[in-house]
Every structure is written in C-alpha cells, then in structure tokens.
T-cell receptor, first 109, second 114 residues
Framework: RKEVEQDPGPFNVPEGATVAFNCTYS??????FFWYRQDCRKEPKLLMS???SGNEDGRFTAQLNRASQYISLLIRDSKLSDSATYLC??????????FGAGTQVVVTP | EAQVTQNPRYLITVTGKKLTVTCSQN?????MSWYRQDPGLGLRQIYY???????DKGDVPEGYKVSRKEKRNFPLILESPSPNQTSLYFC?????????????FGPGTRLTVL
C-alpha cells in the first residue's frame, strides 16, 4: 500500500465552482503535511502547509484529520488558472517528504 | 534571484553511456535532494544530502550516485543508464533538514534512455 494516496482525477470543474478532494496517508507518525501544485510536468511548487486546526489561504482551504488519516484541499470560486495537478505531501519525523501521485483539476470556462 | 538550476533540461541517451545531471542552488541551502517522477507513482526520492560531504540513500537509489563536494552543487550520476531510468528528474533544496522549511524544486530534467 502506498504511504500517500490520492484520487488521480481529473476533477472537471466549471469556472466559479467549488472543488474539494482528499488525500489519505497510512503512517500515523506523520509529522507535517503540505499541498504542492504542479503545472503540466513543470516543477512542483508549495501551495500551502496544512495545520491541525485547518487553515485558509485566499480561495484555498486545507484541513487535516489525524483520526481518519486524511487531509483535504478545497478550492472556492475556481479560476481557469487553478487547472493543475495537486500533490499531497507528508513528512516523517526525520524530515523526509513523501509525495502522493497527484490529483488533476481541470477548470473549464 | 533565488533559484535552482538543472542541466541538461532534456537528454536522450543510450543504454550504458554514463551521464551526469547537474544541480546548482544559490540560496545557501544545506539540504539538497534528487527525485524522479513517473506516471502514477509520484515523486520518489533517490538521494539526499544534509550538508557538504554528507549524502544518504532515498527510496530508489539503485543505479544512481551523487556527490556533495560544495554546498551549492549536487550532481546526479548515472554510471550505466538503463531504459527503466527513463523519467523526469527534479533536484530540490531547502534551508535545512527541517520538514517545515519550504522545499524548492529545479525545473526538471527529462531523461530518455534507449
């Protein structure tokens, strides 16, 4: 079983709509969590960290559920520029990052 | 401008021909690492380095070598490339080994081994 699992999608979203997707992890000793964004095989870029209490950055909201071992990302008022692959990342206690395979989001006009 | 550079960006080579992919950063970061990305598998760490002269294996180190003689450079060496090493490679850096430090990726190297 993969350490970090994501629905590959694609999630087809009309412009202006809300989309949400989850990522599950198998290791309960996971320390930190992040969402990265990757555009069409370019380098991944940090979108946001995920905190236990949940956190928001503009139109993006991230949540962590340690009991059920998943994190989520919600995008409100989707823009065409939000089309990308979103990578879920967990770290272990030694600082090693483990990436999910990504969830593809396609925002349509 | 803070950046991570990789060269070459694209490479097509043949089985067994030694190659080196360079990675350089100008952010004075201690931690550097190499990943490969394959469809459906996500990014997998090949090797990492906590500081100069300190390197360690990641999840998929077989067939690769690295060196860290200077803080800014972390080349990836394929002594005898094979077709299963065809992949998209990313170099990454962060200030230290702390997972809370932001990790920055290079632009990627697309390698094809025939």
């Amino acid at each position: 079983r993969k350490e970090v699992e994501q629905d590959p999608g694609p999630f087809n979203v009309p412009e202006g709509a809300t989309v949400a997707f989850n990522c599950t992890y198998s290791n309960s000793a996971s320390q930190s969590f992040f969402w990265y964004r990757q555009d069409c095989r370019k380098e991944p870029k940090l979108l946001m960290s995920v905190y236990s209490s949940g956190n928001e950055d503009g139109r993006f909201t991230a949540q962590l559920n340690r009991a059920s071992q998943y994190i989520s990302l919600l995008i409100r008022d989707s823009k065409l520029s939000d089309s990308a692959t979103y990578l879920c990342v967990r770290t272990d206690s030694w600082g090693k990052l483990q990436f999910g395979a990504g969830t593809q989001v396609v925002v349509t006009p | 401008e803070a950046q991570v550079t990789q060269n070459p960006r694209y490479l097509i080579t043949v089985t067994g021909k030694k190659l080196t992919v360079t990675c350089s950063q100008n952010m004075n970061h201690e931690y550097m690492s190499w990943y490969r990305q394959d469809p459906g598998l996500g990014l997998r760490q090949i090797y990492y380095s906590m500081n100069v002269e300190v390197t360690d294996k990641g999840d998929v180190p077989e067939g690769y070598k690295v060196s860290r003689k200077e803080k800014r450079n972390f080349p990836l060496i394929l002594e005898s490339p094979s077709p299963n090493q065809t992949s998209l490679y990313f170099c990454a850096t962060r200030l230290s080994g702390s997972p809370t430090d932001t990790q920055y990726f290079g632009p990627g190297t697309r390698l094809t081994v025939l």
